[in-house]
């Protein structure tokens, strides 16, 4: 920042371009399309679906809006915008609007061009304070968005004709910038015709001012599907003048859906602890998302969030480390039982299309058995657990639950030695050598998949279950 100009004679004789902030973000996303770099980073799953279309846009100069079901990541695409910014850009040093020094808009910044001339004072703005927000509600007003008169100001002698009074709302204060609205729907009516010259003349006016403000800035909203007939609407004028309509989904793929998990799951960190989540453990929760949204028993214009899966995948290893804090152990790794965990996670992020009081818990048991039934089926082959069955046909029990130690559940392969094979088959895509807990958790995993395969009995009492043959 020290070398940077600091008044406007030297940021001229630095040969400064000043450009408008469309132009700005297609330079610089060309730059990335020629690179192959990301447009945005530590979004997964839109590689060739949202993001061409997010590259075309940006290529256009077009303003966007995003429609998607609740956590689909359009508030993070939105905020990643400003990674395409500038990384500073020169401003008349005072300004509330960002005034470019080489055409200033404002009265201030007029005026301290007009007195100083090329000694007028110029700052720095990072591209991070480049970004304003704002999220609909039904009671923001023209006054939040556009401006107001400010009755201090008038106070201290002004009159109200003079353009000083004007109190700058959140849309000339983002000038040269990227101006987002989270629920666009939600905005009343007759705010959003507030918004129509924003978009398309690319002007504001406050009041009865004779003023004409013209704004340099991308507007970017997201907005619900639903929300057009549940809460509200985007009037059509308002519509008409958004360049570009993306259409955002949830992850196609369980895979992506894991590779999300593991990116946002906040794992708890214990001084002595190791937390190590197994990958079939991750694979079920992310099966149960997308089972989920496929269930006709679910409101599926509601959506069903990644924010599901990653907050069930804390809530199992908060599970676990409950019962291994209990047991006195050094390493956390959850199990099939701590799957029960998911009720308290799962009861807000989904809407079942029941009106049964109770219904939904077994709705959401039968989701989740079927989620650990198909993953069980994808790793573990008949060839592979029919031996399993078959010691248990001669009289074999096996117990699981809360307060197994690890070496008790791992104590099941020495007394089943056929169990190693399918074990083998769950933890062949770790890394590294499998630990006992491990171990214990992929025997459990084995066992429940073997019961949902209808080929072993199950009786569960007390947070204890057993296993026996049918």
Known sequence: MAEKPVTLGELRKTGWVSRPVKEELRLNAIAKVRSSEPMVTEVLGYENTVMPQLETALLAGHDIIFLGERGQAKTRI??????????????????????????PVSRHARDLVEAEGENTPIQWVHRDQRFGEKLATPDTSIADLIGEVDPIKVAEGRYLSDELTLHYGLVPRTNRGIFAINELPDLA??????????LEERDIQVRGYKI???????????????????????????????????RTHYPLEVDVEMDIIEQEAIVPSVDGLDV????????????????????????????????????????????????????????????????????????????????????????????????????????VPAELYAPVVDAFEEGVVAKTGDDITVDAAQMLVSEIPALSAPVQAVLGDEEGEPSAAMVASAVEFVLEGLHLAKRLNKESSGGRTQYHSR
Not at 317 to 329: G, H, M, Q, W
Request: net charge negative.
């Open 78 to 103: 939105i905020r990643s915008l400003t990674g395409l910014l500038d990384e500073w850009m020169p401003i008349v040093a005072g300004s509330e609007i960002n005034d470019d020094p080489y055409a």
């Open 189 to 198: 009516e007759r705010i959003q015709v507030g918004l129509l010259n924003v």
């Open 212 to 246: 004409r403000l013209p704004l340099d800035l991308m507007l970017v909203a997201s907005a619900n599907p639903e929300d057009y007939t549940n809460r509200g609407r985007i009037i059509t004028p308002l519509k008409d003048r958004f360049g570009s309509q993306i």
């Open 276 to 379: 190590v989540i197994p990958n079939f453990m991750v694979e079920i929760i992310a099966t149960l998302s997308h089972l989920a949204r496929q269930s006709s028993q679910v409101n599926q214009s509601s959506g069903v969030s990644v924010r599901m899966s990653v907050s069930n995948t804390e809530a199992v290893v908060a599970s676990a480390l409950r019962r291994s804090l209990r047991l006195e152990e050094t390493t956390i790794v959850p199990r099939v039982g701590d799957l029960s965990a998911l009720v308290a996670t799962t009861a807000g992020k989904i809407e079942f299309e029941t009106l049964e009081e109770g219904h939904e818990a077994e709705l959401l048991d039968h989701l989740v058995s079927s989620a650990v039934h198909g993953v069980f089926r994808e790793l």
